[in-house]
């Protein structure tokens, strides 16, 4: 495979890996969003629930302080009290006297005359403390087992507890279970009884995934956990739509990653190869930029722009591939297509004896003498005049070839400018030594002249200077009426920018200067 299609291979991976990773990462954290919206539902529903129940506990305590310690028979008394807290209960119910592990009496049965065993408890204590029996039988009006609930008791008082009346949810996606955890020992309490909880109850609050099912614990002072499973499966499983949704947004996000990267590869990283096979004068365009002079009012100079024609047949301007024409070494090639391209439009267009015009060249294009060479083929003795050489803001290696070269030049009567002065290697020591006829004032400059700040001192020097130089000064970008009146003061004698227009193809030039002229 070439050097490119590999680069480009690897760019898409890339990024389809990085947009992928990214769009998991935010499914997941909304997801876990989500499903934590809900948690706080449920916690506070049980929270609601625990807090309740805790408070009938001590319906069970009142009975046992009172009738518990003294072992009282089961007689109208005792009956009426418990039916009394019974009553008073909205999570117990059935309240039951016991003998050690067996009913003596209920609210529901009165005295019992069967042997009724209540599962789970040791009665045999005496203690106040709050007991716990997951599942303990709930028998029938004939003393038959029914089915089976969780009961609590204190002492020799107990209440089985229905925690079914309140409905906590009714998703399938998602599970509660309420335990008192230790270190030693798990107790359910209630929900689901297959949730296992994790002991580590230090913290307060853990969450962890297991088998595709996320898991969060809610852990109290008491030891009192709270542990709530969504099964992820199952959740997108509901969701259908959902699923869609994300696949959906998962395979666009990547198919717009590939587009794009594979047009900013196009466009810029194989800007190389596209360069070296496709740097002609089918896909070099001119751009022409009308200049105003300030003394006459006219627009009677223009600057030459180049455009580049990619593969994609997408105009790209010369800041993205200048520097690598450099780096490939073209730079020969394209001012030999614009220059030569140049004179070609503005000749068919009748503007070349009409106006003056510039330009642009690199440094080597003028130590080489390739911009004499121009002038004298193309140009020619009545031509020569009409052309100034702008050289732009790049370093110059051989300061002695270009400066006899520069002499030529203007010895040829082409004028030579200094374009982005102020933003390079145009010091001072260059302007005196480079002898040259015009100094073009960088837009960096141009757009801070309103304000009177350092930079508006600094181009009155520039233009200072200019005149002890007797050099024509132009201002590049000027874009507003405000810097145009400001230059028009400062003395300088062109203006050039988007106020009056943007680079121009070659008709639309025409179109410019004949209107121009009319106005
Ligand atoms: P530059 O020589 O300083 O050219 C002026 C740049 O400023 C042009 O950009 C022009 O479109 C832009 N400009 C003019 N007025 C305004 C304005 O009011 N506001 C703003 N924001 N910009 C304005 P462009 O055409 O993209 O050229 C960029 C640079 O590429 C040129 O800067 C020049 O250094 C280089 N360049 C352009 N054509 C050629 C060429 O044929 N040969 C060489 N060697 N360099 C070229
Ligand atoms: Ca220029």
Redesign the pocket.
Same mark, same amino acid.
């Given at each position: 495979m070439k050097k490119t299609k590999i680069q480009r291979v690897l760019w898409l991976c890339t990024t389809v890996l990085v947009a992928s990773a990214t769009y998991c990462s935010v499914v997941v954290l909304l997801l876990i969003k989500v499903w934590t919206s809900y948690e706080q539902l449920i916690l506070i529903e049980e929270e609601r629930i625990t807090r309740e129940a805790s408070n009938e506990y001590r319906l069970l305590r009142e009975l046992h302080n009172r009738y518990g310690e003294v072992g009282s028979n089961c007689d109208n008394i005792l009956l009426q009290a418990m039916r009394d807290a019974e009553f008073k209960a909205h999570l117990l119910h059935d309240f039951l006297y016991l003998e050690r592990n067996s009913i003596v009496c209920s609210t529901r049965f009165g005295v019992v005359n069967k042997l009724l065993e209540l599962e789970g408890f040791n009665i045999s204590t005496n203690s106040s403390d709050v007991r716990f029996s997951p599942s303990s039988t709930v028998f029938s009006a004939d003393g038959s087992p029914d089915h089976k609930e969780m009961a609590v008791a204190v002492g020799r008082f107990a209440a089985y507890l229905r925690f079914s009346e309140s409905a906590l949810h009714e998703l399938n996606w998602i599970n509660n279970g309420v335990f008192l955890v230790t270190p030693e020992n798990v107790h359910y309490l209630f929900g689901d009884e297959s949730i296992v909880p994790n002991r580590s109850t230090q913290d307060r609050v853990i969450s962890w995934f297991k088998d595709g099912v996320y898991h969060s614990q809610y852990c109290r002072n008491n030891n009192l956990c709270i542990v709530i499973q969504t099964n992820v499966w199952d959740y997108l499983a509901s969701k259908v739509f959902v699923v869609v949704f994300l696949i959906v947004g998962f395979v666009t996000l990547n198919a717009l990653c590939v587009f794009v990267v594979s047009r900013y590869h196009t466009k810029y990283i194989s800007l190389e190869r596209q360069l070296l096979r496709g740097l002609n004068k089918k896909r070099v365009m001119c751009s022409y930029q009308p200049i105003l002079n300030l003394e006459s009012n006219q627009f009677d100079y223009l %600057?030459v722009l180049c455009r580049w024609v990619n593969e994609d047949n997408e105009v790209i301007r010369p800041d993205f591939f200048i520097e690598q024409i450099e780096e490939n070494g073209q730079s020969k090639l394209l001012t030999d297509i614009v220059f030569r391209k140049a004179v070609e439009e503005l000749s068919g267009a009748g503007l070349i004896k009409g106006l003056k015009f510039?330009i642009?060249f690199f440094p080597s294009d003028i130590s080489s003498g390739l911009a004499k060479e121009l002038i004298d083929n193309v140009l020619g003795k009545e031509l020569e005049s009409r052309l100034t050489v %702008?050289l732009?803001e790049r370093e110059i290696h051989d300061v002695d070839s270009v400066i006899s070269e520069i002499r030529r030049i203007r010895k040829s009567s082409s004028l030579v400018a200094i @374009? @982005?002065f102020g933003t390079g290697y145009s010091n001072l020591q260059h302007l005196e030594k480079l002898k040259v006829d015009k100094l073009?004032i960088d837009k960096s400059f141009i757009d801070g002249i309103e304000s009177n700040t350092l930079r508006t001192k600094l181009v009155l020097i520039i233009v200072e200077l200019a005149e002890a130089l007797d050099l024509v000064v132009v201002a590049e970008g000027v874009e507003t009426e405000g810097q145009l009146k400001k230059i028009k003061e400062m003395g300088i004698h062109y203006s050039q920018g988007y106020l009056h227009s943007k680079p121009l193809p070659i008709d639309e030039l025409k179109d410019f200067i004949d209107s121009s002229k009319t106005e």
């Open positions: %600057e510039a642009n %702008e732009t @374009d @982005d073009k």
